[in-house]
T-cell receptor, first 114, second 110 residues
Framework: KQEVTQIPAALSVPEGENLVLNCSFT??????LQWFRQDPGKGLTSLLL?????REQTSGRLNASLDKSSGRSTLYIAASQPGDSATYLC?????????????FGKGTKLSVIP | NAGVTQTPKFRVLKTGQSMTLLCAQD?????MYWYRQDPGMGLRLIHY???????AKGEVPDGYNVSRLKKQNFLLGLESAAPSQTSVYFC?????????FGPGTRLTVT
């Protein structure tokens, strides 16, 4: 069974700092990787999607990378802002019964201090 | 374009009662999923569907049933609710790759 680990579980940084969130997985036979953001009491918002054939994706201040050989993905947030405070989840999709099921990590709770 | 919507947003049930959670999507996606999110456990897949009229079990299917009679709707049923089913339930849909999530239903079973 695919296992997904996110480190750290919580992170507090001052505004303006660049930061990296880590995600590791045990099975390299993945189909794709998604990073999500979840605000308290809300649903998940998709931030970035990386296909297994890609190495990274960028959207604004966010950059996600994927290294299948080491079983790791990172989410880089540049010039952090208080509005970035949320829980960030990574999830890996593997093709099972044609459904591309997601396996989630437990998330990193980010607090950006003004 | 509403995306993925879930009904109801909140519900309190007594043990043994039944209910149905409704998920609707207006993006013409083939795949739909039901997850539950519990503290310390992360999100876990309950059931999923790869198209209208199809359903399949996920990681934690016991105590739940699902139906997908129309492509845009995916229903999650609890026939006899138990306190262990207290959770936040999320629905998601996908054209194939990227999954899009609804706002969630917070269910409490007393």
């Amino acid at each position: 069974k695919q296992e997904v680990t996110q480190i750290p579980a919580a992170l507090s940084v001052p505004e303006g700092e660049n930061l990296v969130l880590n995600c590791s997985f045990t099975d390299s036979a993945i189909y794709n990787l998604q990073w999500f953001r979840q605000d308290p009491g809300k649903g998940l918002t998709s931030l970035l999607l990386i296909q297994s054939s890609q190495r990274e994706q960028t959207s604004g201040r966010l950059n996600a990378s994927l290294d299948k050989s080491s079983g790791r993905s990172t989410l880089y947030i540049a010039a952090s802002q208080p509005g970035d405070s949320a829980t960030y989840l990574c999830a890996f999709a593997y093709s099972g019964a044609g459904s591309y099921q997601l396996t989630f990590g437990k998330g990193t709770k980010l607090s950006v201090i003004p | 374009n509403a995306g993925v919507t879930q009904t109801p947003k909140f519900r309190v049930l007594k043990t043994g009662q039944s209910m149905t959670l409704l998920c609707a999507q207006d993006m013409n996606h083939e795949y739909m999923y039901w997850y539950r999110q519990d503290p310390g456990m992360g999100l876990r897949l309950i059931h999923y569907s790869v198209g209208e009229g199809t359903t399949a079990k996920g990681e934690v299917p016991d105590g739940y049933n699902v139906s997908r009679l129309k492509k845009q709707n995916f229903l999650l049923g609890l026939e006899s609710a138990a306190p262990s089913q207290t959770s936040v339930y999320f629905c998601a849909s996908s054209p194939r790759n990227e999954q899009y999530f609804g706002p969630g239903t917070r269910l409490t079973v007393t």
